[in-house]
């Protein structure tokens, strides 16, 4: 299939596709680094705001590609819009972030009223970037992962040890179980509009992985990511699909091997040689440079850089961070990232 887009790099490396100069896309890099990001959120006001302005979240989408030339585009919009169309209300509290109510550590959501029109103008956002994007950057769908989801949807907020929800899952595994299924089906039909809106591929987020024991991360990552692989599958066998289980750590491998991803992304406390070694062979990777480092730049940037092309130099490799970038990192330093990679 990698030979429909010849000069869709990324595409081409999600398909199994080894090349010489990997491709490069950074998490968030449609957002508050960047000077045009936020003269437009001063303009529109707060992030919810942008994320169902299709116009301009497309705007949005298409600034690090104007500026950049990075090979991905990656949907602006946010892993909360799903819990916000099953029913649970949502909004932004200005530096405090995301909060949901009621919160499912004291209710059940199965009192909530489907709200799933509040999805539309993402799928209008995805046709705009669509039909504006470069025809050599592959396009980037994404949603939640359900445990990341849910962690979000049962404690109202985000947690540093996603207690309330760890709790829950201990104490009321059916209850839970259900929650976590009403996630995964959403997810699907989410991820699967994206696709047919325009999307050339899709990540799953799984955000605070890394807070499960191994027999809850069987549970409550493993087999939730792989139904939606899998159905996914079914609905669009075409479209390649990226994990990215965050803080999974060596519970990576039986990620890889159940979940069955496309590609799999690494986080920055990843050793890219062990992930190289321990991997399925082929399997392309994605990942994994700290995002301090690209604000330390210098020495520690390029030993980073250096020592992740080695690792992958025989793998298919998505050069990205191993997680977002940070608000203050300088654009000086993203542009050295890219001739870095690039040998620019």
């Not at 956002?125 to 769908?141: D, M, S, Y």
């Not at 309330?164 to 839970?176: G, H, I, M, N, Q």
């Amino acid at each position: 299939m990698a030979t429909e887009l010849p000069n869709r790099k990324l595409l081409a490396v999600l398909r199994g596709q080894k090349l010489d100069v990997p491709p490069v896309w950074l998490m968030r890099q449609a957002g508050r680094y960047l000077p045009e990001y936020r003269e437009l959120r001063a303009q529109k006001g707060g992030f919810l705001k942008l994320a169902y302005d299709s116009d301009a979240a497309c705007e949005i989408t298409l600034q690090p590609i104007r500026r950049f030339g990075f090979d991905g585009a990656i949907l602006f919009s946010d892993i909360l819009v799903v819990p916000h169309a099953m029913g649970q209300d949502l909004w932004f509290e200005t530096g405090e972030g995301p909060r949901l109510a009621p919160k499912l550590s004291e209710n059940d959501w199965h009192d909530f009223t489907p709200a799933p029109e509040r999805l539309e103008p993402v799928y209008e956002t995805v046709r705009k970037v669509r039909a504006a994007l470069p025809a050599e950057t592959t396009f980037l769908g994404f949603a939640g992962s359900p445990w990341t989801v849910a962690t979000y949807m049962v404690a109202g907020q985000g947690s540093k040890d996603h207690a309330e929800t760890r709790a829950l899952a201990y104490s009321d595994p059916v209850k839970f179980g259900e929650l976590i299924d009403a996630i995964t089906a959403t997810t699907i039909d989410y991820l699967s509009k994206q696709i047919e809106a325009g999307v050339d591929a899709v990540q799953l987020f799984d955000s605070w992985a890394g807070s499960l024991s191994p027999a809850q991360f069987e549970r409550w990552v493993i087999a939730p990511n792989a139904a939606i692989v899998s159905a996914l599958r079914e609905r669009h066998s075409d479209t390649p699909i990226i994990g990215f289980p965050k803080g999974a750590g060596a519970k990576l491998v039986a990620y890889a091997r159940e979940v069955r991803p496309d590609s799999i992304g690494l986080d920055e406390t990843i050793d890219p040689v062990w992930a190289n070694a321990s991997l399925p062979e082929g399997l392309p990777v994605q990942g994994n440079l700290d995002p301090l480092a690209l604000i330390a730049a210098g020495e520690a940037l390029e030993s980073a850089v250096a020592r992740i092309l080695a690792a992958f130099e025989n793998r298919p490799h998505i050069f990205n961070l191993g997680h977002g970038i940070l608000q203050h990192t300088p654009i000086a330093h993203v542009e050295k990232l890219l001739n870095l990679v690039r040998g620019g």
